[in-house]
């Protein structure tokens, strides 16, 4: 299971650093994507990172602003938001899959709780 951290309150144009770590298994088999998902609203894929580091941007919506990488030796992937936006909002989740099959979460495994991220003055 993974267990993401780094959410926090930031003021529009903040950045944040979210990481996503997992204890059980070794993270560098696996493809990893991050999500998130705002009140009243369905969990969006944002980001994949496969196994050999390539990315896969799953959101229009942060092209530009967000980057996600790996460090295998620390079992993390790291999620580098910058230029946040209220619409930003939402708690941020990390998952697993073997490749970037797209934004379904359906398709993903391992989901941690969560870290919540607010964008507000």
């Known amino acids: 299971q993974f267990v993401e951290s780094g959410g926090a309150l930031v003021q529009p144009g903040g950045s944040l650093r979210l990481s996503c770590v997992t204890s059980?298994?070794?993270?560098?088999?696996?493809?990893v994507a991050w999500f998130r998902q705002a009140p009243g609203k369905e969990r969006e894929g944002v980001l994949c990172?496969?196994?050999?580091?390539?990315?896969?941007n799953y959101a229009d919506s942060v092209k530009g602003r967000f980057a996600i990488s790996r460090d295998n030796e620390k079992n993390a992937v790291y999620l580098q938001m910058d230029g946040l936006k209220p619409e930003d909002a939402a708690v941020y989740y990390c998952?697993?899959?073997?490749?970037?099959?797209?934004?379904?979460?359906?398709?993903?495994?391992?989901w941690g709780q969560g870290t919540q991220v607010t964008v507000s003055s």
């Open positions: 990172i496969n196994s050999s580091g390539e990315t896969s």
């Open positions: 059980g298994f070794e993270l560098v088999y696996y493809t």
């Open positions: 998952a697993a899959h073997f490749y970037c099959s797209g934004p379904n979460p359906n398709d993903y495994h391992f």
